[in-house]
């Protein structure tokens, strides 16, 4: 499974009509949508600098930062970038904790955190991880980044060796380890792309899943849709090359 303070960026676009300056919440939705989510930061931390209070402006940088760590190359840097995440995320649910979509983008974040520190630490995270997107559930049953976040985190429980999660479980206090199953992990992601078809993640994570309890015959389905799809998100071309490179294994 996977705080230090963000800079805020305090330049504000020029309109085009010129004088007045553009909101920058939707220039940075407007930036994200274009897939460039490091012009879309820029504008979002420039909004929360503006508003320390402004949810959607917390919740979407958290969003846009963990869409760009996911392939940073430098380790120290995507590591960073991750806590930044965590933090905004934090944030986000402390101004709205009844709200799904920043209880999703905090154990997103957790998630990734916790691929920067050891087994210990990984326990202790993935629970909280669990939490969070259990709590996003309850709110939204139906929320597919919730779905995902739980779905994987049954995944990367089983995918630990016995040795590691019977240490695990009996000396680092994971406990509710054991409730994890591989038929709630296809559940769960089978659930996220029934509602969110069009995300390539969601089949690419579940044709892992089926690869992984040898079910070859949904997993090639999965692959195939990822690298047929039409990408949508900014690293959906970096899961189309891992589709096919799992795929060419698999067969």
């Known amino acids: 499974m996977r705080i230090l303070s963000f800079i805020p960026a305090f330049t504000l676009l ?3 009509l010129g004088g007045q300056s ?6 940075g939705d ?5 897939l460039r989510p490091a012009d879309a930061i820029t504008h979002y931390e420039t909004a929360v600098a503006a ?3 402004s949810y959607d402006a917390l ?5 846009s930062l963990a869409d760009l760590a996911e392939y940073e190359g430098d380790k120290d840097k995507r590591a960073e970038m991750y ?10 649910v402390m101004v709205r904790p009844d709200d799904a979509e920043a209880r999703f983008h905090l154990a997103r974040a957790i998630g990734r955190v916790a691929l920067s520190h050891g087994p210990k630490d990984r326990v202790k995270y993935g629970k909280e991880v669990r939490e969070h997107a259990l709590e996003a559930l309850r709110l939204d049953a139906d929320h597919p980044g919730a779905l995902h976040v739980m779905g994987m985190w049954h995944a990367e429980v089983r995918r630990l060796s016995g040795i590691a999660r019977f240490f695990a479980k009996s000396f680092l206090g994971g406990g509710i380890l054991g409730s994890a199953k591989w038929d709630e992990a296809v559940r ?3 659930r996220a792309v029934e509602v969110d078809p069009e995300r390539l993640v969601h089949h690419l994570d579940l044709a892992r899943i089926y690869r992984d ?3 070859d015959e949904q997993a090639r389905l999965h692959y195939r849709h990822v690298i047929d799809g039409t990408p949508t998100d900014y690293n959906d071309e970096q899961y189309k090359r891992e589709a096919a490179e799992e795929l060419r294994k698999l067969d």
């Open 213 to 215: 309890i040898d079910q």
């Open 22 to 27: 553009t909101d920058p919440i939707a220039a």
């Open 14 to 16: 020029a309109s085009p």
């Open 59 to 63: 919740w979407k940088a958290a969003r």
């Open 83 to 92: 806590r930044r995440a965590e933090t905004l995320a934090r944030r986000a």
């Open 30 to 34: 407007s930036a994200y949508a274009a």
């Open 51 to 53: 508003d320390s209070n």
């Open 188 to 190: 769960l992601l089978s």
